[in-house]
């Protein structure tokens, strides 16, 4: 079973030494919330690389800070791109966790973003919400969710989705500015999160048609309107 959790956000010039705060906040969470998903008191993560093989990357303030430093020492790095890290755990059996990050940019085109993939056994109890507050406390997104295939993919054909654009999953997550947007009567539960903004409990996993009446509404009520193009601002 595969879900993952996302988080997307405008232009928000950051150090090295900013990123990897974010970085390690992210992956310790991790580790606390999906114990069974890895092994060890420390998880190794594996580095996964634009060319060459892959190398392990313990999540310590150092190797973050390292892995960073040379992603922007590599060839075609722009500050306007920002910095990018790509780590896969393949922990326990039947688990496997994706996180890909870019932040730091100052594109006025392109959104920074973290996403996390997690592939879970079928009766491993996932705390979906705790999973997106992590996103959202550490890196402070404009908007997120918590999705999958299914509901993507009917988003896109009964919703009018378009990719690149805010959307919600079975969770999702709005910046105070979108929060404030929220039509009357939504009955999502609420939870305001202490960085601001607020996790939405939109329904329960699999229930496709629900997520997307909720995406309409959210949609018509102005919630999820893109960032202005080009882009002069990190959140709505």
């Known amino acids: 079973m595969r879900r993952v959790v996302r988080g997307f956000w405008g232009p928000r010039k950051e150090s090295a030494e900013a990123l990897t705060r974010r970085w390690k906040l ?4 991790l580790a606390e919330i999906l114990p069974a998903g890895g092994s060890g008191a420390v998880w190794t993560w594996r580095q996964i690389h634009s060319s060459g093989p892959a190398t392990d990357l313990v999540p ?7 892995a960073l430093r040379a992603a922007r020492e590599a060839d075609g790095w722009s500050d306007r791109v920002g910095f990018g890290l790509r780590l896969v755990l393949a922990g ?9 990050g870019n932040g730091g940019g100052a594109s006025e085109f392109l959104l920074q973003s973290m996403v996390i993939g997690i592939g879970s056994p079928d ?19 404009d908007f997120g969710d918590v999705t999958d295939d ?4 009917a988003l896109e054909d ?11 999953g079975w969770v999702g997550f709005l910046s105070p500015a979108r929060a404030a947007l929220l039509p009357e009567g939504m009955r ?14 939109i329904a329960p996993r699999g229930d496709v048609k629900d997520v997307a009446r909720a995406y309409l509404r959210l949609r018509g009520a102005g919630a999820l309107q893109p960032l202005p193009r080009p882009m002069d601002r990190t959140v709505l």
Do not use: H, M, Y
């Open 92 to 100: 326990e059996q039947d688990w496997k966790i994706e996180v890909s």
């Open 26 to 29: 992210t992956l310790d969470r």
């Open 150 to 153: 299914d509901v993507l993919d």
């Open 123 to 141: 009766n491993a109890e996932i705390p979906d919400g705790n999973l997106l507050a992590v996103v959202a406390e550490a890196w402070e997104p």
């Open 60 to 66: 310590n303030e150092d190797s973050l800070l390292a």
């Open 188 to 201: 999502a539960g609420r939870k305001e999160l202490a960085v601001g903004g607020v996790l939405l409990d």
């Open 158 to 168: 009964d919703a009018g989705f378009v990719v690149g654009e805010p959307c919600v």
